[in-house]
């Protein structure tokens, strides 16, 4: 058992107590009461408060729209109307559409997310500090090690808002504090995060001195990881160019300098049930159908298939999944592909036809899967004759198209010839599933760890970095080194040796087919300078790039005065 799993349970009620006082306002309060000297009594009291944010950061991978808000906005997935489902108020077609307003409750469930988790990091962090560590029968070392990691935590917080925000308060206190800092400068918030990282880096421990349940715990690799983000997005966060720093350090944590790490032989095994223990997996969060699974939930996974697709999987625990988000389409209501370079997920896939994960999903018994999208007519996992229908009545056809096709068979013309976001029924759409939904009664339902940073991305980071350097056949090396898991031995699928084939969108391309629905597409579309100006679908460009960063939200504005809009809302 983990250590985050071992407190988990405990630690939950005071995260939630934490995070729905919001972190607009500090609470002095409510820091005191939970973290006083009278909570911090033993060494297990430390470590549940040292766990406290972590557990939220797990939750915040998928609330408050932190998921969707960095893939709806993109040519990556898509919410639209389905019959009257989904339209919520037209908000999922305001992020489609680059037309969300300071009004849109995501905007600051976003901002409230992130800084709960700094928040708490930060109270957490400040209790330890000032404890003697002999007290609680703990070395100088563990203490060191719950700082550095408290840290790091910190860091990814304020990374993922600086990436969605850009102008934030930098917090380094809470108690006492009764409102949020001004905010600091792009630049300011890029100085105090690569410092955070670099200087806990040293106390961290390595992936190989926590053993085999240290999935959860923040490490070398990890800080290394996430100052390779960092320094990879540079140029749109403070319009410098750090593309050699970052190689430096991706060279790096491939060669083993911050911890032994290995890419897996299989494309699924990082997204396995026992993916705690892969080499591949630098940083996640722990995960068990009895406990907690944020990433298969209704803001994430769960809700990215049919209604009856639970039938597909033979996992009948939970009830009905949903529709909410699928992959955009590749191909008009003719079935004729889009002309456009950007989006088309589902061709970029096809593109590759011996692609391994092109396979329709199945589970095959014995916790094994083969396959990564559900798409075409949908089989019964217990009956094969039997075929998934909508909740309107009609089977399911999914497609690579979106339109009122309902319960016209596949091959036949559809007179109505439009398609967009309002206008889609239950078979529009592929649905990817990354992570495995195994049957009901397999020991390994539910299991797989959510991963966040895995040595594949170092390993596309680097090629980045060469690619813009002039090197296309070092990119193309390292990305092969990856991607031949996906395709037979000896495919023509991998790219040429000098590495001929890459352009700048067939780069763009494989990190979205690699890192699909990972919660990464709206940062790395802005890195490549299209967010904002492509075409995909029924997207048309923007008029400016003000929507390269979400606006505060109004509730955040309300409450904290002191804030100042981000330009353009």
């Known amino acids: 058992m983990t250590l985050i799993h071992k407190y988990r349970v405990k630690i939950a009620i005071s995260?939630?107590?934490?995070?729905?006082?919001?972190?607009?306002?500090?609470?002095?309060?409510?820091?005191?009461?939970?973290?006083?000297?009278?909570?911090?009594?033993?060494?297990?009291?430390?470590?549940?408060?040292?766990l406290r944010a972590f557990d939220h950061g797990y939750w915040s991978v998928q609330g408050g729209g932190l998921f969707y808000g960095q893939e709806l906005s993109t040519d990556e997935l898509m919410t639209p109307n389905r019959d009257g489902d989904w339209f919520d108020g037209g908000i999922y077609q305001r992020i489609h559409y680059h037309t969300w307003n300071t009004q849109d409750s995501f905007t600051t469930d976003m901002w409230n997310g992130l800084f709960a988790g700094v928040s708490m990091a930060t109270n957490s962090l400040q209790d330890i500090e000032a404890i003697d560590p002999i007290k609680f029968n703990m070395t100088q070392a563990e203490k060191a090690d719950f700082i550095a990691e408290l840290r790091t935590l910190r860091a990814w917080f304020n990374l993922r808002a600086l990436d969605l925000?850009?102008?934030?308060?930098?917090?380094?206190?809470?108690?006492?504090?009764?409102?949020?800092?001004?905010?600091?400068?792009?630049?300011?918030t890029f100085n105090f995060i690569e410092k955070e990282l670099l200087e806990s880096m040293p106390d961290l421990p390595t992936s190989q001195s926590l053993g085999t349940n240290g999935i959860g715990r923040l490490t070398k690799g990890a800080a290394a990881s996430l100052l390779v983000r960092l320094y990879l997005n540079a140029k749109v966060y403070i319009g410098q160019d750090k593309f050699t720093e970052c190689a430096t350090l991706c060279q790096d944590i491939i060669a083993g300098k911050y911890g032994n790490y290995s890419l897996e032989s299989r494309w699924d095994a990082p997204f396995d049930y026992n993916n705690a223990q892969s080499p591949e997996v630098i940083f996640g969060f722990p995960s068990t159908f009895a406990n907690t699974h944020y990433h298969y939930s209704t803001e994430m996974y769960w809700f990215m298939a049919p209604h009856q697709a639970y039938n597909l999987f033979g996992f009948t625990n939970w009830g009905n999944m949903n529709t909410r988000f699928a992959l955009q389409p590749g191909r008009d209501i003719d079935s004729v592909e889009y002309s456009f370079n950007l989006g088309k997920p589902f061709v970029k896939f096809q593109k590759y036809p011996d692609d391994f994960r092109l396979k329709k999903y199945k589970n095959l018994g014995n916790s094994k899967r083969q396959g990564m999208f559900l798409y075409g007519y949908l089989p019964y996992y217990s009956d094969s004759a039997k075929l998934v229908k909508s909740n309107r009545g009609y089977t399911i056809f999914a497609r690579d198209q979106v339109g009122w096709f309902r319960d016209l068979p596949p091959g036949q013309v559809l007179a109505d010839k439009e398609s967009g976001m309002n206008h889609a029924d239950d078979n529009s759409g592929i649905w990817p599933a990354k992570y495995p939904i195994y049957p009901t009664g397999d020991p390994n339902t539910i299991a797989s760890s959510f991963v966040e940073i895995r040595l594949a991305e170092i390993y596309y980071s680097l090629a980045e970095c060469k690619y813009r350097a002039g090197d296309k056949a070092g990119a193309g090396t390292l990305l092969n080194a990856v991607r031949k898991r996906n395709y037979p031995v000896g495919s023509p699928s991998l790219y040429n040796t000098n590495g001929s084939q890459l352009t700048d969108q067939e780069m763009l391309?494989?990190?979205?087919?690699?890192?699909?629905?990972e919660g990464r597409r709206r940062t790395d579309m802005i890195r490549w300078g299209v967010f904002n100006t492509g075409t995909w679908w029924d997207k048309r460009p923007d008029g400016d790039d003000h929507t390269r960063i979400y606006p505060i939200g109004q509730v955040v504005m309300s409450v904290s005065p002191q804030m100042k809009q981000n330009p353009g809302y």
């Open 15 to 50: 995260c939630f107590i934490l995070f729905s006082f919001g972190c607009t306002k500090l609470n002095e309060n409510l820091y005191d009461r939970i973290t006083s000297s009278n909570f911090l009594q033993t060494k297990d009291d430390v470590i549940r408060d040292f």
């Open 165 to 188: 925000y850009r102008n934030i308060p930098i917090v380094t206190a809470v108690k006492g504090e009764t409102t949020m800092p001004a905010q600091s400068t792009p630049q300011e």
């Open 509 to 517: 391309d494989e990190w979205g087919r690699e890192f699909l629905v």
